[in-house]
């Protein structure tokens, strides 16, 4: 039997879109290894008590959720999915043979092939190519209120919901 490909949710702390995106998809499908992780990390912190609230209100948790940096470990990962396009450039500067499987939550919504297997149908993007345009991002809420995480959450679960029609 195969192992299952790996998707990873990308932000810059690891303690909300990140943790937020990984919640929504694993509730949906279990055909994938789903990680998350940070550009800028304090690593091995919780979510912040916002997401945990902005979660509870979708009836999901992520109790064993720890905060950590994307590297080396996260190699093996078959895509990458970044909330802002700074994370597209970091992900390019820092592990620049991650950059044809690294795209961002809107644009792998609107471009993601439906035909294929899963590794062609990254392939065929030409990701490592793309430029990057500015509505390719998921606002951070990091200085805002529970209100703004909420809304970031009803964001999430919208795109995250889409990317799953085109992915799965």
């Known amino acids: 039997m195969s192992e299952l490909p790996i998707i990873c949710f990308l932000c810059t702390g690891n303690s909300a879109r990140s943790v937020m995106a990984r919640a929504f998809f694993a509730s949906k499908t279990s055909d994938f ?3 998350s992780a940070g550009t800028l990390v304090l690593e091995g912190q919780p979510m912040s008590i916002r997401t945990r609230k902005a979660l509870a209100s979708y009836d999901l948790s992520e109790p064993d959720h720890l905060s ?3 590297g080396q470990s996260d190699l093996k990962t078959d895509l990458v ?3 802002e396009p700074s994370h597209i450039l970091w992900m390019r500067r820092h592990f620049p043979e991650m950059a044809a499987r690294t795209g ?3 644009r792998l919504i609107r471009d993601f092939p439906k035909e294929g297997n899963f590794e062609n149908r990254v392939a065929t993007m030409g990701l490592a190519e793309v430029e990057i345009e500015e509505w390719e991002e ?3 809420p990091a200085a805002g209120d529970q209100d703004v995480f909420d809304r970031c959450a009803e964001e999430l679960e919208g795109l995250i919901s889409r990317f799953a029609v085109k992915i799965l």
């Open 33 to 35: 290894e789903i990680t």
């Open 68 to 70: 950590r940096q994307f």
């Open 81 to 83: 999915v970044a909330m």
């Open 104 to 106: 961002t939550l809107p």
């Open 138 to 140: 998921v606002v951070d």
